[in-house]
């Protein structure tokens, strides 16, 4: 189906249900948008779908799926995408003393390499449109949170890839966008996390291992619920404000204002007594030490 001259359109990575790039997808649809929403097994998106939103399977970590969405895409739409939101990620709960290094090569092939290729291959039709590309980042890769650094480092990176790249960008008059996301609601922030090995028997934090299990249970207490944040979003897509980074969950506030106008030190300090657990964590690390 070819695209309305006059219809904007929007390709979207990561749409499983219960998460940021699904309630994007609805929202964006509802706004009149062409929606192109992506996942590795588009199975999973049937209820989009049945909504009349266009599905496509992409998996952001392998080069060829990206090349052939960017290729499909193309072709129905006269070589032109209005905005590319790179939504898709991992997330890995490790201590940094334990690290899988295969696990974390495979999180940062998705969550900053994967935004790579993406860009690579759709910058042509984003050029012909003068269209926007949203990076969803997070505070995560601004704020130290322990057992999360190397998904912190990805998103750090993701940042200033972002950051680059808004200046390449510039002479074409794409417009380039970090979204700074606070904590949002989603399926992922209110199932229980696995514990991923953080705390096997050979882990220095073993002693630790019961606080830190309760450390990545439910984490949506207190969240922007996830069609708020996409409300958000689209409404950025359809302006025409151009800020280099835009703040959107619940606390974005408070984390700009930590992550502004206080020292290194000063964040680290009370990065820590924000995190519920970590003082017991320390305690029993401690203790286990002295004996």
Not at 122 to 142: D, R, T, Y
Request: charged share 20%; hydrophobic share 45%; glycine share 8%.
């Amino acid at each position: 189906m070819a695209t309305d001259a006059t219809q904007k359109t929007v390709l979207i990575t990561g749409c499983t249900p219960g998460g940021i790039g699904h309630a994007l997808a609805v929202e964006f649809h509802e706004q009149g948008f062409r929606v192109f929403a992506t996942a590795r097994r588009v199975k999973t998106l049937e209820d989009l779908h049945d909504k009349g939103i266009e599905v496509l399977a992409l998996d952001v970590a392998d080069d060829v799926s990206v090349k052939t969405a960017a290729e499909k895409v193309a072709e129905v739409t006269n070589g032109r995408l209005d905005v590319l939101v790179n939504n898709a990620g991992q997330e890995y709960n490790m201590a940094a003393t334990d690290l899988d290094i295969s696990r974390a090569q495979s999180l940062f092939n998705t969550n900053l390499f994967g935004v790579m290729r993406m860009v690579r291959e759709f910058a042509p039709l984003l050029v012909k449109a003068k269209g926007k590309i949203l990076n969803v980042g997070s505070v995560a890769g601004l704020i130290p949170v322990p057992f999360r650094s190397v998904y912190g480092a990805s998103k750090a990176a993701l940042h200033s890839y972002g950051d680059s790249l808004r200046l390449e960008m510039k002479p074409f008059d794409v417009t380039v966008i970090t979204l700074v996301t606070g904590g949002v609601g989603s399926e992922a922030a209110s199932k229980p996390r696995p514990n991923e090995g953080i705390v096997t028997p050979k882990s220095l934090y073993w002693p630790a291992a019961d606080v830190i299990s309760g450390m990545f249970s439910d984490q949506s207490e207190g969240t922007m619920p996830v069609h708020e944040y996409a409300k958000q979003i689209v409404a950025l897509a359809q302006g025409t404000q151009n800020v280099p980074w835009f703040w959107a969950g619940s606390y974005v506030s408070t984390m700009w204002f930590m992550t502004t106008f206080l020292s290194k030190r000063a964040l680290e300090g009370v990065t820590g007594r924000f995190i519920k657990g970590m003082d017991q964590v320390d305690a029993l690390v401690r203790g286990a030490k002295s004996h």
